[in-house]
């Protein structure tokens, strides 16, 4: 049976899981999704005995079906190399009574590797036979840039441009971007914050007159960021590898319930959690851990979506989010598939800056999903006394959903606590966690600092870039981002 997407917002227009990866976001805004999610569950017992590739191969088999066995597995093979620094790819370790599930081993330390490792080859694989360039444009709160990079540096017939919000991202996050090789990379800071970054980054998409500028040359833009089908599918193979390891240590028998909880921003990571779910884990609570900004926290306990509120900077920056784009997902699946609700909502949102949804959609919701928030001084502490206690340092965006997942009670079932970054991509306010004082020193000497304090070793990714050249210095207005877009399409595919 083949899988088929449309939008959340309407199912007129059907297209393959190939076209919905090429385009990223759906013609009127929505994003893509399939009716038949779950239709097809994955094989419980054999995923619990097979290794990370394998896993990995039977989820995009289900999900993007209209990929050959042969293409998964190459893009199988090619995302999940010796890019990742552990043959185990997403390892599981012990953290107290609960998991670290460790997504941060790709060649920029944070999880979004897992997904933008693969991306790149699922596109280059649709975009075969197509003959269109495609520019990938993508919006970043720090972590997904630099992933995104990497991932599409060099790669045929493809290009990246990535916007950060200038001042808003570490000076290690900022200086692993602007020194990015590739004869097909654009970056540049904006003037503004990630929400900024993003609504125009959808405004370049709805564009009529830069898309048709763009076609004349034979290129067309797409999303590298989570709303894109390539993004979630290659995310859910880690519930369901996380689960196969703790069935391999003897830890869970095959059926056993499990929760997740997941430091959420744009709330990708959590929803692969869901599709899990759907494919047949058996995944108990899905935890969503917000910090400050915690719009979702909100929203799951009372029903309203609202991000009038000010956007706070925190020391988990990923997580600086106010509206999380792929909760529409959810919400789509949520109403069984109402696609005149989630357009009204939307559109609520947009126009007003909340919505509401009805109690029996959100008791539907509160069946999986559960939530917590944590200050930075709960992170900070959560650092501390997770090195104090466990002699384990972890990243200030783990720590979030650690010091959420530390004041539930475990209701009988295991729990694994995704660690979505290395803890040295956030030396400076790690080091400050464990009680020293980092004014004036800069990112590389907080790196050293660290190592020194915990005898943790950085990793060679990032302590590397002492050397690395900048290579792009741009800052702009948001209103100068089309034209970038444009002169970068110029300029790459010339
Ligand atoms: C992106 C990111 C998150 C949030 O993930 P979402 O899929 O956006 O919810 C959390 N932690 C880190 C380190 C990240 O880079």
């Given at each position: 049976?083949?899988?088929?997407?449309?939008?959340?917002?309407?199912?007129?227009?059907?297209?393959?899981?190939?076209?919905?990866?090429?385009?990223?976001?759906?013609?009127?805004?929505?994003?893509?999704?399939?009716?038949?999610?779950?239709?097809?569950?994955?094989?419980?017992?054999?995923?619990?005995?097979?290794?990370?590739?394998?896993?990995?191969?039977?989820?995009?088999?289900?999900?993007?079906?209209?990929?050959?066995?042969?293409?998964?597995?190459?893009c199988v093979a090619?995302?999940?190399?010796?890019?990742?620094?552990?043959?185990?790819?997403?390892?599981?370790?012990?953290?107290?009574?609960?998991?670290?599930?460790?997504?941060?081993?790709?060649?920029?330390?944070?999880?979004?590797?897992?997904?933008?490792?693969?991306?790149?080859?699922?596109?280059?694989?649709?975009?075969?036979?197509?003959?269109?360039?495609?520019?990938?444009?993508?919006?970043?709160?720090?972590?997904?840039?630099?992933?995104?990079?990497?991932?599409?540096?060099?790669?045929?017939?493809?290009?990246?441009?990535?916007?950060?919000?200038?001042?808003?991202?570490?000076?290690?996050?900022?200086?692993?971007?602007?020194?990015?090789?590739?004869?097909?990379?654009?970056?540049?800071?904006?003037?503004?914050?990630?929400?900024?970054?993003?609504?125009?980054?959808?405004?370049?998409?709805?564009?009529?007159?830069?898309?048709?500028?763009?076609?004349?040359?034979?290129?067309?833009?797409?999303?590298?960021?989570?709303?894109?089908?390539?993004?979630?599918?290659?995310?859910?193979?880690?519930?369901?590898?996380?689960?196969?390891?703790?069935?391999?240590?003897?830890?869970?028998?095959?059926?056993?319930?499990?929760?997740?909880?997941?430091?959420?921003?744009?709330?990708?990571?959590?929803?692969?959690?869901?599709?899990?779910?759907?494919?047949g884990l058996p995944?108990?609570?899905?935890?969503?851990?917000?910090?400050?900004?915690?719009?979702?926290?909100?929203?799951?306990?009372?029903?309203?979506?609202?991000?009038?509120?000010?956007?706070?900077?925190?020391?988990?920056?990923?997580?600086?989010?106010?509206?999380?784009?792929?909760?529409?997902?959810?919400?789509?699946?949520?109403?069984?598939?109402?696609?005149?609700?989630?357009?009204?909502?939307?559109?609520?949102?947009?126009?007003?800056?909340?919505?509401?949804?009805?109690?029996?959609?959100?008791?539907?919701?509160?069946?999986?999903?559960?939530?917590?928030?944590?200050?930075?001084?709960?992170?900070?502490?959560?650092?501390?006394?997770?090195?104090?206690?466990?002699?384990?340092?972890?990243?200030?965006?783990?720590?979030?959903?650690?010091?959420?997942?530390?004041?539930?009670?475990?209701?009988?079932?295991?729990?694994?606590?995704?660690?979505?970054?290395?803890?040295?991509?956030?030396?400076?306010?790690?080091?400050?966690?464990?009680?020293?004082?980092?004014?004036?020193?800069?990112?590389?000497?907080?790196?050293?600092?660290?190592?020194?304090?915990?005898g943790v070793e950085?990793?060679?990714?990032?302590?590397?870039?002492?050397?690395?050249?900048?290579?792009?210095?741009?800052?702009?207005?948001?209103?100068?981002?089309?034209?970038?877009?444009?002169?970068?399409?110029?300029?790459?595919?010339?």
């Amino acid at each position: 049976m083949e899988t088929l997407y449309h939008s959340t917002r309407s199912s007129n227009e059907v297209v393959t899981s190939k076209q919905a990866i090429l385009t990223g976001i759906a013609p009127d805004g929505g994003l893509y999704v399939s009716d038949q999610l779950g239709a097809q569950l994955v094989d419980l017992a054999r995923v619990a005995h097979q290794g990370y590739h394998a896993t990995a191969r039977d989820v995009l088999a289900t999900l993007l079906s209209d990929y050959t066995a042969d293409e998964v597995a190459s893009c199988v093979a090619g995302a999940y190399g010796d890019n990742f620094d552990t043959p185990a790819i997403t390892p599981l370790t012990p953290l107290g009574a609960d998991w670290l599930l460790e997504l941060y081993h790709g060649p920029t330390c944070a999880f979004k590797d897992v997904a933008l490792q693969m991306l790149p080859r699922l596109m280059s694989v649709a975009r075969e036979g197509d003959g269109h360039d495609v520019m990938i444009v993508t919006a970043t709160s720090g972590d997904t840039g630099k992933a995104a990079l990497e991932g599409f540096a060099d790669v045929a017939g493809t290009g990246v441009t990535v916007f950060y919000p200038d001042g808003k991202v570490s000076d290690i996050q900022h200086l692993q971007m602007a020194t990015q090789r590739g004869a097909n990379v654009a970056v540049a800071g904006i003037r503004g914050n990630f929400d900024d970054a993003q609504t125009q980054v959808k405004r370049i998409f709805a564009d009529p007159a830069v898309n048709a500028r763009l076609a004349e040359a034979g290129v067309v833009l797409s999303s590298a960021n989570s709303i894109n089908v390539g993004r979630l599918v290659p995310q859910v193979t880690y519930y369901m590898d996380a689960y196969a390891q703790l069935v391999q240590r003897g830890a869970i028998a095959v059926g056993d319930e499990v929760d997740y909880c997941v430091p959420t921003g744009n709330f990708g990571d959590v929803l692969a959690g869901y599709y899990a779910k759907r494919l047949g884990l058996p995944v108990g609570r899905l935890i969503v851990a917000s910090n400050t900004n915690k719009v979702l926290t909100d929203f799951i306990e009372t029903g309203t979506y609202d991000r009038r509120r000010d956007f706070v900077k925190t020391i988990s920056p990923s997580m600086d989010i106010l509206i999380s784009s792929n909760l529409e997902r959810l919400l789509y699946y949520l109403t069984d598939g109402d696609c005149e609700r989630v357009a009204a909502w939307m559109a609520d949102l947009s126009k007003t800056g909340v919505y509401t949804l009805p109690t029996e959609v959100m008791d539907r919701m509160r069946e999986t999903f559960d939530c917590g928030f944590a200050t930075d001084d709960d992170t900070r502490d959560t650092i501390r006394s997770t090195w104090e206690s466990e002699h384990v340092l972890i990243d200030t965006h783990t720590a979030v959903g650690k010091c959420v997942i530390d004041r539930r009670a475990s209701e009988g079932r295991q729990r694994v606590c995704l660690s979505t970054a290395n803890p040295y991509k956030f030396s400076a306010d790690v080091l400050a966690a464990l009680g020293v004082r980092t004014d004036g020193m800069d990112g590389f000497a907080c790196m050293d600092a660290l190592q020194e304090l915990t005898g943790v070793e950085a990793p060679r990714q990032l302590s590397g870039l002492r050397e690395a050249k900048v290579l792009h210095p741009d800052v702009c207005d948001q209103d100068e981002m089309s034209d970038f877009v444009e002169a970068a399409c110029a300029r790459v595919f010339a």
